[in-house]
């Protein structure tokens, strides 16, 4: 007989993330998702100025950012946050498919992941 080797999930190592979406349920439903795949979500927030805040306080490595928030757009909070001393990489997400955005400027911003379509993975992959 053989030696069973240990199940090993495809968990990536772990990232301290932040999400950042005006919609509690969206929040709560993301947070589920990527910490069931090893992520530690270190906190959350509803707005720009909340997210802001929330990246100097918590410095997380990623930020899962809507593009559609109440005070700001997500594109061009992705230009302050780039401004930081230690920006954190930027995942863009929002309902509305990638073309509608336009150009994002911000060197933070990684890439884009439609809501119907997130996952860990899919964050994973576009992270160096």
Same mark, same amino acid.
């Given at each position: ?26 929040? *709560?439903?993301? !947070?589920?998702?990527? +910490?069931?795949?090893?992520?530690? &979500?270190?906190?959350e927030?509803? #707005?720009v100025?909340? $997210?802001?805040? *929330?990246?100097? !306080?918590?410095?997380? +490595?990623?930020?899962?950012?809507? &593009?559609?928030?109440?005070?700001? #757009?997500?594109?061009? $909070? ?6 930081f ?13 990638? #073309? ?29």
């Open positions: 007989m053989g030696t069973a080797l240990p199940f090993r999930h495809n968990h990536p190592v772990s990232r301290r993330i932040l999400i950042v979406d005006d919609h509690a349920g969206f929040r *709560a439903t993301a !947070r589920r998702v990527l +910490e069931a795949d090893g992520y530690e &979500v270190v906190g927030a509803a #707005d100025a909340s $997210a802001i805040e *929330a990246i100097k !306080r918590l410095q997380p +490595e990623v930020v899962l950012l809507d &593009v559609q928030l109440p005070d700001r #757009d997500g594109v061009e $909070a992705a230009t302050t946050i780039d401004d001393p230690r920006a954190p990489a930027v995942v863009l997400t929002s309902s509305r498919p990638r #073309d509608d955005l336009g150009p994002i400027k911000a060197d933070c911003v990684h890439g884009f992941v439609p809501k119907d379509e997130l996952s860990a993975a899919a964050i994973t992959e576009l992270l160096p």
